[in-house]
Nanobody, 122 residues
Framework: QVQLVESGGGLVQPGGSLRLSCVAR????????MGWYRQAPGKQRELVAS???????EYAEYVKGRFTISRSALKDTAWLQMNSLKPEDTAVYYC????????????????WGRGTQVTVSS
């Protein structure tokens, strides 16, 4: 069974920093894109940042200059470094993987993690 496991959420004061991690576990041969989405109460899930194995990294306008996405050399782990956090960044953050090829299976899948809560409050 393949899955994404997130960690690193929590409570932080405005202006503080957090680093989220997402590890892809299971018999995964390759992953094309890994990214982070977030969903605040009463709002739709929205893209925060995504990073393909090759190509341009994408950021939502409201996190540019504050958040940085990165991936491991094996491309099976993604991090989201969040700096200068604001109360409006409060949300559940979900890891996403697209173009997931499972070993021995010729199909591509999309995976979601269960989410990790980030709360920015004084």
């Amino acid at each position: 069974q393949v899955q994404l496991v997130e960690s690193g959420g929590g409570l932080v004061q405005p202006g503080g920093s957090l680093r989220l991690s997402c590890v892809a576990r299971g018999s995964i041969y390759s992953i094309w894109t890994m990214g982070w989405y977030r969903q605040a109460p009463g709002k739709q899930r929205e893209l925060v940042a995504s990073m393909p194995s090759v190509g341009t990294t994408e950021y939502a306008e409201y996190v540019k200059g504050r958040f940085t996405i990165s991936r491991s050399a094996l491309k099976d782990t993604a991090w989201l470094q969040m700096n200068s956090l604001k109360p409006e960044d409060t949300a559940v953050y979900y890891c996403n993987a697209k173009g997931v090829v499972v070993t021995g299976d010729g199909k591509e899948y999309e995976l979601w993690g269960r989410g990790t809560q980030v709360t920015v409050s004084s």
